[in-house]
T-cell receptor
Framework: NAGVTQTPKFQVLKTGQSMTLQCAQD?????MYWYRQDPGMGLRLIYY???????DKGEVPNGYNVSRLNKREFSLRLESAAPSQTSVYFC????????????FGPGTRLLVL | GENVEQHPSTLSVQEGDSAVIKCTYS??????FPWYKQELGKRPQLIID?????GEKKDQRIAVTLNKTAKHFSLHITETQPEDSAVYFC??????????FGDGTTLTVKP
């Protein structure tokens, strides 16, 4: 099992450019999440998908879109990147006996100039 | 929505001492409280969790206590070692899977 995987690991964008962050999990989990992590601010939820075919906004959704492509894959798109979106992005899925434990991917470090 | 506060933001202890990190939450519907450890440059990983029907849980040098009436829970690490140095996050979950995280505590264990 690879668990949760993310691509790319690192990306540099210019203001206004677009990009898609990819996430996949092979644990047959129903729910998937995108977080951003900024220094001193913990993990903030951007979007989540409780099941295939559904997506919902989290705490900080502005400037982002998501697609739950199938049960395995959940992508995050920045349509017009801004310096305020410089952050580390983590994808996660939930499993465990009550489907509550978060399993995180390795993260994508994004720098917007 | 849920609000989770975590204290302290930084904690420095001598090797062998104990470390305690505290969190409070606001939503009385929260019923699952995990703790995650994040080493520098790595992903957060679950180290221990507790459900609302339990007051305390222990796993070797790590323990978590929960006071549901007061809406607070704590992480206790005994006999700290340098490899315990990391950022620790608490979280509260009111709906299956959707967790609200604290801002993290940077623990430094000095040899």
């Amino acid at each position: 099992n690879a668990g949760v995987t993310q691509t790319p690991k690192f990306q540099v964008l210019k203001t206004g450019q677009s990009m898609t962050l990819q996430c996949a999990q092979d644990m047959n989990h129903n729910s998937m999440y995108w977080y951003r992590q900024d220094p001193g601010m913990g993990l903030r939820l951007i979007y989540y998908s409780a099941s295939e075919g559904t997506t919902d906004k989290g705490e900080v959704p502005n400037g982002y879109n998501v697609s739950r492509l199938n049960k395995r894959e959940f992508s995050l798109r920045l349509e017009s990147a801004a310096p305020s979106q410089t952050s580390v992005y983590f994808c996660a899925s939930t499993g465990g006996p009550f489907q509550e434990t978060q399993y995180f991917g390795p993260g994508t470090r994004l720098l917007v100039l | 929505g849920e609000n989770v506060e975590q204290h302290p933001s930084t904690l420095s202890v001598q090797e062998g001492d104990s470390a305690v990190i505290k969190c409070t939450y606001s939503d009385s519907a929260s019923n699952y409280f995990p703790w995650y450890k994040q080493e520098l440059g790595k992903r957060p990983q679950l180290i221990i969790d507790i459900r609302s029907n339990v007051g305390e849980k222990k796993d070797q040098r790590i323990a978590v206590t929960l006071n549901k009436t007061a809406k607070h829970f704590s992480l206790h690490i005994t006999e700290t070692q340098p490899e315990d140095s990391a950022v620790y996050f608490c979280a509260a979950t009111a709906r299956a899977g959707k967790s609200t995280f604290g801002d993290g505590t940077t623990l430094t264990v000095k040899p």
